[in-house]
């Protein structure tokens, strides 16, 4: 287990296509982060699971977003109908539960370019 | 509501010079906060969390409940140090890591 992985490393869409991300935690992990951040920003959360089930999402994420996480391993989110203002880098991050006080191990990310 | 408030964007400090990145928050409760750094082209890594009470690499950070503030301090800056680095919080009971949107710390020879 070599940490958390992000696929793909970039991504260049035109505007109003459909994207996914996908994203594998380290193995004992429970718990899994999604978050975005464009630049000049620090990391916005968007969405966090426990196991399979997605227990909160941010205000952040429009209908156009979906995150699902089927089986409490490895997660996949979708944008649906891109937008230029959904360019950015979308970072991954897995803990065990309970584990934000001891902090996350984040993914490389998966950079974002609609065009 | 939850910040994370870092004031400087970027912050220019001499090789052997003392450093401190400055970071306030605004939390209705007792957070946990935290320290992360980015190196270039390295993805975002804990640094270190107030309530292990540890010095990583020469940085050290006191929780100032009073001030609210959760300032990284590291008494000589070397050149390895140049990175951006962000300061978070959760809440106690709220999962999620809340971050601020970070400083340049840039160590000049």
């Known amino acids: 287990d070599t940490g958390v992985s992000q696929d793909p490393r970039h991504k260049i869409t035109k505007r109003g296509q459909n994207v996914t991300f996908r994203c ?27 196991n399979e ?4 999402k941010s205000r952040l994420l429009s209908d156009r977003f979906s995150a699902e996480r089927p089986k409490g391993s490895f997660s996949t989110l979708e944008i649906q109908r891109t937008e230029q203002g959904d360019s950015a880098m979308y970072l991954c991050a897995s803990s065990l539960a309970m584990g934000a006080p001891y902090g996350y191990t984040f993914g490389s990310g998966t950079r974002l370019t609609v065009v | 509501a939850q910040r994370v408030t870092q004031p400087e964007k970027l912050l220019s400090v001499f090789k052997g010079a003392p450093v401190e990145l400055k ?20 993805r975002l890594q804990l640094l270190l969390r107030h309530i292990s009470r540890e010095s990583i690499k020469g940085f ?11 300032h990284l301090k590291k008494p000589f800056a070397q050149e390895e140090d140049s990175a951006m680095y962000y300061c978070a919080l959760s809440g106690s009971r709220d999962d999620k890591i809340i971050f601020g949107k970070g400083t340049r710390l840039h160590i000049l020879p």
């Open chain 2, 60 to 70: 050290t950070a006191d929780l100032n409940k009073g001030e609210t503030s959760f």
């Open chain 1, 53 to 56: 089930a997605q227990l909160e």
């Open chain 1, 24 to 50: 594998d935690p380290i193995s004992e992990h429970n718990r899994l982060y999604w978050y975005r951040q464009t630049l000049g920003q620090g990391p916005e959360f968007l969405t966090y699971f426990q």
């Open chain 2, 23 to 42: 970071c306030n928050y605004s939390y209705s409760g007792s957070p946990e906060l935290f320290w992360y750094v980015q190196y270039s082209r390295q």
